[in-house]
């Protein structure tokens, strides 16, 4: 790790670059409000060869002793990683509420949900199309078809979405529709599929394999900032444990262990944890008061007719209350409104006018 002086000029910051790159070695520059630190990922040996510390602007050079680097806390300082998706910002003092369906079944119950999600404030647009189940006998997701109706419901409600891609081959066709692209829990160490995404540079969610150590996530994470992708959230979404009282255990103390270890946005799933309904909003407070950077939580118009995850998933009409709710334990937790009560508000006043 390079740590320019805050006096460094673009062409000193340009000529460290430079002299990584000669090595073989790759660059990742990031420009801080205050300082420009510049990550060198290569062999140590050759980049400590190099006598950086000797070049005009640079401060000093400090090794990253953990695996990690990019995704590093020590990478940035104080600095947290804000990404702006579609226009809706998440981590550092920004909250994110991204909700919807397990799955997209049909057209009705896809607009439906994302247009109830718009009116309560949620912030990004949650769906599968494409589905990794236990059973190769359930059902795998609408695929194409439910591509095509997340992009209606994008365009209607103007919700970023976020989906998953299991399968590299079908990249590009989800990279048409989804602002960000979930990586499920099993697919966490499929690392080719996370290289890909790193090339991509499309947004993504990681979540937590179910008996992955809180470094291998973060190392899942590695994969595709060092493809020159920085737009990475990490997702606790519960992990195996002999607990057999509720689906998964919620990690709930992940989420500041995860923030001393990196900089990126972390996002808590209540849903696949509880695996029933009463569970959901409990644990979506307790997320949000931790300092959960965002919830991504599954909401139906007809819980019991889902064709997956029925029994997790929120009534769509029990939203508006639920979302309310969280927005005030993220802000308790310190964050700014993500607009829950300003839109239900506004919506409320249109109503009586
Ligand atoms: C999902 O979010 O749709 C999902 C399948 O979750 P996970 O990969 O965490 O099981
Ligand atoms: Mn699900």
Do not use: W
């Amino acid at each position: 790790m390079i740590i320019m002086k805050p006096t460094a000029t673009d062409s000193q910051v340009d000529a460290v670059i430079e002299r990584i790159q000669s090595v073989g070695a790759h660059a990742h520059p990031s420009r801080g409000e205050e300082v420009t630190v510049i990550g060198a990922i290569g062999d140590r040996e050759h980049v400590a060869r190099l006598g950086l510390e000797g070049y005009d602007g640079v401060d000093k050079v400090v090794p990253i002793l953990k695996p990690y680097k990019l995704a590093s806390r020590q990478l940035k300082g104080d600095t947290r990683t804000v990404l702006e998706i579609g226009g809706r910002k998440i981590g550092g003092d920004h909250f994110a509420l991204i909700a919807g369906p397990c799955t997209v079944e049909t057209r009705d119950q896809t607009l439906d949900t994302a247009d109830a999600m718009l009116a309560a404030g949620a912030t990004m647009f949650r769906g599968g199309a494409y589905k990794p189940r236990t059973s190769p006998y359930a059902f795998q997701g609408l695929g194409q078809e439910g591509l095509r109706l997340l992009a209606e419901a994008k365009e209607r409600t103007g919700l970023p979405v976020v989906t998953e891609l299991m399968d590299a081959r079908d990249i590009e066709a989800v990279a048409e529709v989804a602002d960000v692209i979930q990586i499920g829990a099993r697919n966490m160490q499929n690392y080719p599929l996370l290289s890909e995404i790193g090339r991509s540079g499309i947004p993504v969610l990681i979540k937590r394999g179910l008996s992955s150590t809180l470094e291998e996530l973060i190392m899942a994470s590695e994969y595709v900032l060092k493809e020159g992708n920085e737009a990475v959230m990490l997702c606790e979404r519960g992990i195996r444990t002999f607990e057999t009282a509720y689906r998964f255990t919620l990690d709930l103390t992940a989420i500041p262990v995860l923030k001393e270890m990196t900089h990126l946005p972390i996002v808590v799933d209540p849903s696949h944890a509880a695996g029933r309904r009463a569970l959901v909003e409990p644990l979506s407070l307790a997320a949000a008061a931790v300092g959960a950077d965002g919830i991504i939580v599954e909401t139906h118009p007809e819980p019991d007719e889902a064709i997956c995850d029925g029994p997790q998933q929120l009534r769509v009409d029990a939203f508006d209350a639920y979302a309310i709710k969280v927005e005030q334990a993220s802000v308790l937790a310190g964050k700014l409104p993500f607009g829950a009560a300003a839109t239900q508000n506004a919506a409320a006043a249109q109503t009586t006018a």
